[in-house]
T-cell receptor, first 110, second 113 residues
Framework: QKEVEQNSGPLSVPEGAIASLNCTYSDRGSQSFFWYRQYSGKSPELIMSIYSNGDKEDGRFTAQLNKASQYVSLLIRDSQPSDSATYLCAVTSGTYKYIFGTGTRLKVLA | DVKVTQSSRYLVKRTGEKVFLECVQD?????MFWYRQDPGLGLRLIYF???????EKGDIPEGYSVSREKKERFSLILESASTNQTSMYLC????????????FGSGTRLTVV
């Protein structure tokens, strides 16, 4: 059974701090990796994608990928209360599908 | 922006009813997916389609069927609704390769009583 593991949280950080979210996956064949943000009662929204080892930055978000260790992480700099949400990690499985983690709930405290 | 539209935001149905959930996307995406999302279980794939009239079972297809007669529309059918099918149902679409990411619809919260 291919799996994606995330700590469910909640992860609480003060406003302005760096939030670090982690994800491990079991399928060594996975090629593409994503982070989705999901606000309570809403659908997931794609915020970052990463395909090769290393870091990818987009504004306050940085995705990090280490295929050898099979983990993906998301750093959120200068965290804001509006970043409070559940963050879902997803990895590709085959040509068409993803496997999703169950998500980490982030709370940014004002 | 890609839009994925689900026909109902909230739905209440009775046990044993046949239920249709509709999803339409407007960006000519080849792939469409139906997931359900439950607390503690995350997103679970029910069915997906990579072309018109093509469908494949996901991880939890039992009690569900799908229809894709046109590229833009993917329907999920609950043949005989049961209370354990009460859930949030999410439709998603993507281009021909999943590596470009999914776009999700706003979801349908289905309650079976």
């Amino acid at each position: 059974q291919k799996e994606v593991e995330q700590n469910s949280g909640p992860l609480s950080v003060p406003e302005g701090a760096i939030a670090s979210l982690n994800c491990t996956y079991s399928d060594r064949g996975s090629q593409s990796f994503f982070w989705y943000r999901q606000y309570s009662g809403k659908s997931p929204e794609l915020i970052m994608s990463i395909y090769s080892n290393g870091d990818k930055e987009d504004g306050r978000f940085t995705a990090q990928l280490n295929k050898a260790s099979q983990y993906v992480s998301l750093l959120i700099r200068d965290s804001q209360p509006s970043d409070s949400a559940t963050y879902l990690c997803a990895v590709t499985s085959g040509t068409y599908k993803y496997i999703f983690g169950t998500g980490t709930r982030l709370k940014v405290l004002a | 922006d890609v839009k994925v539209t689900q026909s109902s935001r909230y739905l209440v149905k009775r046990t044993g009813e046949k239920v249709f959930l509709e999803c339409v996307q407007d960006m000519d995406h080849e792939n469409m997916f139906w997931y359900r999302q439950d607390p503690g279980l995350g997103l679970r794939l029910i069915y997906f389609s990579y072309d018109v009239k093509m469908k494949e079972k996901g991880d939890i297809p039992e009690g569900y069927s799908v229809s894709r007669e046109k590229k833009e529309r993917f329907s999920l059918i609950l043949e005989s609704a049961s209370t354990n099918q009460t859930s949030m149902y999410l439709c998603a679409s993507s281009t021909s390769r999943a590596s470009y990411g999914y776009t999700f619809g706003s979801g349908t919260r289905l309650t079976v009583v």
